[in-house]
């Protein structure tokens, strides 16, 4: 699952996925996200943007670790701030990547949370 606000960023990460054979969900806020999950979607990891309107990743995160069914999901911060490091300690997730995002680092985490192919 992609959560970011900039559709050119989340459309990218999904497309680049998507050429890889994994199936990707696409939402631009927190609240999407926590719809689509607790509507039965289970990603094998979460891209999650911090700065985002209506649920910010932080609200996003608090949420869903107070959510017993939500909460094992593994997240990934994505995040252009500088102290991106910091800021994944703030929210309880070990992994980051610092936009703008490298390839590489996009697949290497996927890969490692997901597998070869499979679901995002």
Request: hydrophobic share 40%; charged share 30%; net charge negative.
């Amino acid at each position: 699952m992609v959560v970011d606000d900039d559709a050119d960023i989340r459309d990218s990460i999904g497309d680049i996925l998507e050429l890889r054979g994994y199936r990707v969900a696409r939402v631009s806020n927190g609240r999407e996200a926590l719809d689509r999950l607790r509507d039965g979607t289970r990603p094998c990891v979460i891209l999650l943007d911090l700065m985002m309107p209506v649920l910010s990743g932080w609200e996003f995160r608090a949420e869903q670790t107070k959510d017993e069914a939500l909460k094992a999901l593994p997240v990934v911060i994505i995040s252009g701030d500088g102290s991106t490091d910091q800021k994944a300690a703030d929210v309880g997730v070990s992994e980051y990547l610092r936009k703008p995002l490298e390839l590489s680092a996009i697949l290497e985490v996927v890969r490692r949370h997901c597998g070869g192919r499979g679901r995002t």
